[in-house]
């Protein structure tokens, strides 16, 4: 296989992992409630939802190892409970939340079945899978991705040139700071450090003589790919979105929206087309989830395929669990985690992208913690405590867009580095 070949079938898996249920349903909605504002939505949405996880693929070029490595400059033992942690959230949020998804749109407008029977078969397939390791690259890199794209930019193109270029009033108060917030719902950072471990090992399986370059070079050239991929893609939705709002009833669910949308410009094959969609987006991201987490096990318990394997087995469990849920109870039960685990998530990228001089051990430990101490209100204002947290958060910059925590860490990277640069000098 040549190297340009090469580059776009990585960049094609890379775009499927990172395509799933969220990256699905939230940009339509997006657009359909920003009105004429629906390019800064757009720019803050794929601010956290496309720059900063390809961030993460860069970081994870530069690293080419596991998730683990992410925090180790903080600590091993931070390094393992952040690990943890974001595998845990994997497998029992985004994850199982592919299949309410799959469930809603793909289907329950063609049978009467509960959640449960979708969420078994779902599973059990997303298995197989996940066992069949060495051929998860190929697989959707060569197929699934594409079929996603060409129905996606059916329903995109349909819109554009059949609705006049009108939008709506806009319902967010501040349009940028929420589409920042509703990017962290895709899980794309925490995705990032996670399916680009997934992206690393297929590559080693697959270029076993390869040197740290040449699979830095490729994973590079690939994330870039399919971070204009995904831009270009949410872009376009969120612009059908805001086409759309006289469509619609301005309380439309999110899973309804895009099943109206697809009905609008696709007709009577809408809802056979976008079952497909439904069903291969959100189906190659919880692979990517499942296999990622059972890499990270099978690593911890030195290289044991048992550990992977038992690991595949909990997280297809937890997800079939899980994914009898709808989606709207899933995405409000995600808020609370996402408030804490992903500003940190963040940080780790953005720090782990830097050159070495920039981000020392002392740089990553002082950083980290000013991002957890400036996380924690709004991580309690998400689990309820909003009247007892409101005078705190007004005393912190951009404590009221919920992102308190972004000047204090880049205010501390800065003087953590010019100390550290005068003691060197010194």
Same mark, same amino acid.
């Given at each position: 296989m040549n190297k340009t070949k090469e580059t776009l079938v990585i960049a094609f898996a890379l775009f499927s992992l990172f395509f799933g249920a969220g990256n699905l349903i939230l940009p339509p909605q997006l657009g359909f409630k920003s009105g004429d504002f629906w390019w800064l939505v757009t720019l803050g949405f794929c601010l956290s939802a496309v720059l900063i996880p390809i961030m993460g693929i860069l970081a994870h070029a530069?690293?080419?190892g596991t998730i683990f490595d992410f925090g180790k400059k903080v600590s091993p033992t931070f390094s393992l409970v952040y690990s943890f942690i974001v595998y845990a959230i994997s497998i029992a949020l985004p994850s199982p939340r592919t299949a309410s998804v799959t469930h809603e749109i793909a289907i329950q407008p063609f049978f009467e079945t509960p959640y449960i029977v979708t969420s078994i078969l779902y599973f059990a397939l997303v298995f197989i899978f996940v066992i069949n390791r060495s051929k998860i690259l190929n697989v959707i890199g060569k197929?699934?991705?594409?079929? #996603?794209?060409?129905?996606?930019?059916?329903?995109? @193109? *349909?819109?554009?040139?059949?609705? /006049? $270029? !009108?939008?709506?009033? #806009?319902?967010?108060?501040?349009?940028?700071?929420? @589409? *920042?917030?509703?990017?962290?719902? /895709? $899980? !794309?950072?925490?995705?990032?450090?996670?399916?680009?471990?997934?992206i690393i090992i297929s590559i080693n399986l697959k270029k076993k003589n390869a040197s740290y370059e040449d699979k830095k070079r490729i994973i590079r050239r690939a994330g870039w790919l399919a971070g204009l991929g995904l831009f270009l893609i949410y872009a376009g939705l969120i612009f059908t979105g805001a086409l759309m709002h006289n469509e619609f009833e301005a309380n439309i669910s999110r899973t309804a929206l895009l099943n109206g949308i697809s009905i609008k410009t696709l007709g009577n094959t809408?809802?056979?087309?976008?079952?497909?969609?439904?069903?291969?987006?959100?189906?190659?991201?919880?692979?990517?989830?499942?296999?990622?987490?059972?890499?990270f096990m099978k690593f911890k318990f030195g290289d044991s395929q048992k550990?992977?394997?038992?690991?595949?087995?909990?997280?297809?469990?937890?997800?079939?669990?899980?994914?009898?849920?709808?989606?709207?109870?899933?995405?409000?039960?995600?808020?609370?985690?996402?408030?804490f685990i992903y500003p940190i998530t963040i940080v780790l990228i953005l720090l782990n992208v830097l050159p070495e001089k920039y981000s020392s051990s002392k740089i990553f430990k002082a950083v980290i913690v000013t991002t957890i101490l400036f996380s924690i209100p709004d991580f309690l204002e998400s689990i309820g405590f909003?009247?007892?947290?409101?005078?705190?958060?007004?005393?912190?910059p951009?404590?009221?867009?919920?992102?308190?925590?972004?000047?204090?860490?880049?205010?501390v990277f800065v003087l953590v580095n010019v100390l550290v640069n005068i003691k060197n000098e010194l």
């Amino acid at each position: 296989m040549n190297k340009t070949k090469e580059t776009l079938v990585i960049a094609f898996a890379l775009f499927s992992l990172f395509f799933g249920a969220g990256n699905l349903i939230l940009p339509p909605q997006l657009g359909f409630k920003s009105g004429d504002f629906w390019w800064l939505v757009t720019l803050g949405f794929c601010l956290s939802a496309v720059l900063i996880p390809i961030m993460g693929i860069l970081a994870h070029a530069k690293l080419q190892g596991t998730i683990f490595d992410f925090g180790k400059k903080v600590s091993p033992t931070f390094s393992l409970v952040y690990s943890f942690i974001v595998y845990a959230i994997s497998i029992a949020l985004p994850s199982p939340r592919t299949a309410s998804v799959t469930h809603e749109i793909a289907i329950q407008p063609f049978f009467e079945t509960p959640y449960i029977v979708t969420s078994i078969l779902y599973f059990a397939l997303v298995f197989i899978f996940v066992i069949n390791r060495s051929k998860i690259l190929n697989v959707i890199g060569k197929v699934l991705t594409p079929a #996603i794209i060409i129905i996606l930019l059916l329903i995109m @193109g *349909i819109a554009t040139f059949s609705y /006049t $270029f !009108d939008f709506g009033d #806009i319902v967010f108060n501040n349009p940028f700071t929420d @589409g *920042i917030l509703e990017g962290y719902q /895709t $899980f !794309d950072a925490i995705g990032a450090v996670v399916v680009g471990g997934v992206i690393i090992i297929s590559i080693n399986l697959k270029k076993k003589n390869a040197s740290y370059e040449d699979k830095k070079r490729i994973i590079r050239r690939a994330g870039w790919l399919a971070g204009l991929g995904l831009f270009l893609i949410y872009a376009g939705l969120i612009f059908t979105g805001a086409l759309m709002h006289n469509e619609f009833e301005a309380n439309i669910s999110r899973t309804a929206l895009l099943n109206g949308i697809s009905i609008k410009t696709l007709g009577n094959t809408a809802n056979l087309l976008l079952s497909i969609l439904v069903s291969l987006a959100c189906f190659t991201t919880a692979v990517g989830i499942v296999a990622g987490t059972a890499d990270f096990m099978k690593f911890k318990f030195g290289d044991s395929q048992k550990a992977y394997t038992l690991t595949a087995i909990i997280g297809c469990v937890l997800g079939v669990t899980m994914g009898q849920f709808d989606v709207h109870y899933i995405i409000a039960v995600a808020v609370p985690a996402l408030m804490f685990i992903y500003p940190i998530t963040i940080v780790l990228i953005l720090l782990n992208v830097l050159p070495e001089k920039y981000s020392s051990s002392k740089i990553f430990k002082a950083v980290i913690v000013t991002t957890i101490l400036f996380s924690i209100p709004d991580f309690l204002e998400s689990i309820g405590f909003v009247e007892s947290i409101a005078s705190v958060k007004e005393l912190i910059p951009l404590g009221a867009f919920s992102m308190g925590w972004v000047l204090p860490a880049g205010l501390v990277f800065v003087l953590v580095n010019v100390l550290v640069n005068i003691k060197n000098e010194l």
